[in-house]
């Protein structure tokens, strides 16, 4: 194992920049996950997370700020 990540280089910029090109969907699953542990359908949940994820994308804007203008996902889950 020693071997395998001997060589191992971090690149935090790279990290950086890869993580605020995905405006925070790569935490979707987990926000749909505690939707449901809400009390959220399921299918509900995954909807609205990959029609927000989308969005995201698309307005090139966090994914905590497209959930918080969904009224049904500030009921079972707010931003902060």
Not at 28 to 43: F, H, K, W, Y
């Amino acid at each position: 194992m020693a071997g395998v990540l001997g060589g191992l280089v971090i690149n935090r910029a790279a990290i950086r920049r890869n993580l605020a090109f995905l405006h925070g969907i790569n935490m979707a699953e987990s926000v749909m996950i505690e939707l449901t542990r809400r009390g959220m359908n399921r299918q509900d949940a995954h909807e609205r997370i990959r029609m927000a994820s989308m969005q995201a994308l698309i307005e090139e804007l966090p994914l905590a700020e497209i959930l918080v203008r969904d009224p049904e996902v500030v009921r079972y889950c707010s931003k902060s």
